[in-house]
């Protein structure tokens, strides 16, 4: 089902959604047990909830896609994963709230080292600190000059990481990358796709070549490196679409940013598990939906570390009593993927999810995990249909037809 | 898959179909043990017949949508239940087998009481008898004049409802209703959506005026409340699509209006489940395909009546013998939607279903009810392509490709 069909079904009332996603929560059996990293953790109180939930497994984008962030995450939203694509450049501009504009063209930067023949000896500069890099990008952005009709910006990200924006008419996203994905060889020069890109490519390979002048005298990073080209893109709100104003509670810019695009207001970050649940006391009674991203089962996921995800997964086992006193009309457990700690790295496989509120009908799992939500009730489905079943616990969605 | 994809692998043979349909089957937990209707209730025939079936779980429109009866049916039947859009209007003059022609534009009519100031005190003017309904359907019929190129017809349904269709070139159903939904409102002007429906806009309109001229003198149904506006629209037959030629036993107008759009035959009504399987018994040499359809599981759901609508359950599974000494070929038993008690309407919960055939791989299903088929073979599927499973069980679907 084309998940944009429940939007002319959407009526408005008070009721409350929480969407708790541990990102990459789903595993693989590890260790002496044979268990996922899920299913060998102590979670009493999710096990608890279980017996009164409706349980099962979520595919984020399709049958064997392994999904980056961003599709996993607009897919859990009820945007289908394949058709709302976003750009590695939009997607840094919204996590650090640059103020965009229609006519902006942006691009995620590597600071990086390259050698007397200019081939690239570090993608990331040593990963120098946040400092140099504030003061590099104050220096480009004083000194760039790429005529009167456009402009530029460039904004620091952490360690190496930095944003690039370009404001002018007709500029296009139809480009190559600068970044070669590899040392030992020279930038590449940006090329354009299709003949309307042109312009675009020829102003970023002069910004190019004026940023490699105006570094030349840095012992590190003295050279940039450019990726992901995206236009400024418009995506209809979760307000525009369900009526629901939302708050997004995450630590880390790119969820952020996920969730502005989305126009979710966005909570500032609180450095920890027990902060996120306190923001979400805080702010409960101000918001109809709220998104609370906990980051570190998949850091941990992807550090190939089983027993410090089973850790975070039991952390935040421990706060989902404080969740379930503020009693929410629909309450979601579950990730925008997997990343087993076995493959360190995103994978494919479904994702375990729960649903409790007071209209769903349970099912026999009596334990959350993966191979027990395989006899739930909501069976395995597309990731992007989870949105209107919420909704429709919410009372949210009237019927269809006569 | 789309459900018109087996219309081109149809063959016919002279096997039997029998889709005995408990409208809002599905359920939810009520009540002291934790039971669904279905659930709970005493189906001995039924759980012997699971034991030899294959189970599951149908979606009727998609994840978190609760159908009308239009569009629940119309997936029933395998026609893509959102493509399949049927108004209100068409469905009224199907249920009063009302001779349609291919000019004609229908809509809802229910007879109303306003005040002096023409606000509308009763929606249902009081809910007057099916005989005065029908005086005041003759009057208007003979005092309404729409010029030389409109004809005007008007048939009474049960008590304050009934329909108006009017024939003439060019009408269009792009229209806002009169009918304000509620009471302390005056009727509302009706309005063109788009430019090509001024015409018909107006001529309702007219309409509208002379009507309450016509009825100033009642005392009750002193005005009339119009919406579901709907041209006539032709569908393909269960016979053009699947060789199937088809007895509908309902004994309501708005299933058997459905079961005509769909070229089915149409039994009269019998007053009785019993009477229905009796008819079905009568029928049986006669078609290929019966749709049976038992609307008390859902009245009761509706009137919140747990405890009803199991005894109505277990009315049906009563029967079940009786069907099964026909030795149809398929015998699928489901809902074509869910109507828990507990909610006191119809619901986006999946219907459970079973498929009994020689041709079906039995799974561990022991029991008919919602939990137990969340294991069933089938799985969770969209309603809309049970029909190509009961056709491939029926050995009427040929081999697709080489």
Same mark, same amino acid.
């Given at each position: 089902m084309?998940p944009? =069909?429940?939007?002319?079904?959407v009526?408005?009332?008070t009721?409350k959604?929480?969407?708790l996603?541990?990102?990459?929560?789903?595993?693989?059996?590890?260790?002496k047990?044979?268990?996922?990293?899920?299913?060998?953790?102590?979670?009493p109180?999710l096990?608890?909830l279980t017996e009164?939930?409706v349980c099962?497994?979520l595919?984020?984008v399709?049958?064997?896609?392994?999904?980056?962030?961003?599709p996993?995450?607009f897919?859990? %939203?009820g945007?289908?994963?394949?058709?709302t694509t976003?750009?590695?450049?939009?997607?840094?501009?919204a996590?650090?709230n %640059?103020?965009?504009?229609? $006519? &902006?063209? =942006?691009?995620?930067v590597?600071?990086?080292t390259?050698d007397?023949?200019?081939?690239?000896?570090?993608?990331?500069a040593? $990963?120098i600190?946040?400092?140099?890099?504030r003061k590099?990008?104050?220096k480009l952005?004083?000194?760039?000059d790429?005529?009167?009709?456009?402009? %530029?910006f460039m904004e620091?990200?952490?360690?190496?990481?930095a944003l690039?924006?370009?404001?002018?008419?007709s500029?296009?996203?139809?480009?190559?990358d600068?970044d070669?994905?590899?040392?030992?060889k020279k930038p590449?020069?940006?090329k354009a796709s299709d003949?309307?890109?042109?312009?675009s490519?020829?102003?970023?390979?002069?910004?190019l070549?004026?940023?490699?002048?105006i570094?030349?005298?840095e012992?590190?990073a003295n050279?940039?490196l450019?990726?992901?080209f995206a236009?400024?893109?418009k995506?209809k709100s979760?307000?525009?679409r369900?009526?629901?104003?939302?708050?997004a509670?995450a630590?880390?810019?790119m969820?952020?940013g996920?969730a502005?695009?989305?126009g979710m207001d966005v909570?500032?970050p609180?450095?920890?598990?027990e902060?996120?649940?306190?923001?979400?006391?805080?702010?409960?009674?101000k918001?109809d %939906?709220?998104f609370?991203?906990i980051?570190?089962?998949d850091s941990r996921?992807? &550090?190939?570390d089983y027993?410090?995800k089973l850790?975070?997964?039991?952390?935040?086992d421990?706060?989902?009593p404080?969740?379930?006193k503020l009693n929410p009309?629909?309450?979601v457990v579950t990730?925008d993927?997997s990343t087993?700690a076995a493959?360190?790295?995103?994978?494919?496989?479904p994702?375990?999810?729960l649903?409790?509120? $007071?209209?769903c009908?349970? &099912?026999r799992?009596?334990?959350?995990?993966?191979?027990d939500c395989?006899?739930?009730?909501?069976?395995r489905?597309?990731?992007?249909?989870l949105m209107g079943?919420?909704?429709a616990?919410?009372g949210?969605?009237?019927?269809?037809?006569a």
């Open positions: 084309n944009e =069909f429940i939007d002319s079904l009526t408005k009332n009721t959604i929480v969407f996603i541990m990102d990459g929560l789903g595993g693989l059996p590890s260790g047990n044979g268990l996922t990293e899920l299913e060998a953790a102590r979670t109180n096990d608890v009164r939930s099962g497994l595919d984020p399709g049958y064997g896609i392994t999904p980056g962030s961003g996993a995450h897919s859990l %939203f945007y289908d994963p394949i058709r976003v750009g590695r450049g939009l997607l840094s501009a996590g650090i %640059f103020p965009m504009s229609e $006519r &902006d063209l =942006f691009m995620r590597n600071l990086a390259i007397a023949n200019g081939i690239v000896v570090d993608r990331r040593g $990963r600190g946040t400092d140099l890099n590099i990008c104050v952005q004083t000194e760039i790429l005529g009167a009709d456009v402009e %530029f620091p990200e952490k360690e190496h990481r690039i924006a370009l404001r002018s008419d500029l296009s996203d139809n480009l190559t600068s070669p994905e590899a040392t030992g590449l020069v940006v003949p309307s890109a042109q312009k490519a020829d102003i970023i390979n002069t910004l070549e004026q940023a490699k002048i570094l030349s005298g012992e590190k050279m940039i450019l990726r992901g236009r400024y893109r995506f979760l307000y525009t369900y009526g629901l104003s939302s708050l509670i630590e880390y810019p969820y952020q996920i502005r695009l989305l909570n500032p609180t450095g920890s598990i902060g996120e649940i306190t923001s979400l006391k805080e702010n409960y009674s918001y %939906f709220f609370i991203h980051k570190p089962t996921g992807e &550090d190939g027993e410090s850790k975070v997964i039991e952390e935040v421990s706060h989902i404080s969740v379930l009309d629909v309450l990730g993927h087993p493959l360190a790295s995103h994978s494919w496989h994702v375990p999810v649903l409790a509120a $007071r209209t009908r349970p &099912d799992v009596k334990r959350f995990g993966e191979r395989i006899m739930g009730g909501i069976s489905i597309p990731m992007m249909n079943l919420a909704l616990h919410a949210r969605l009237s019927k269809f037809g």
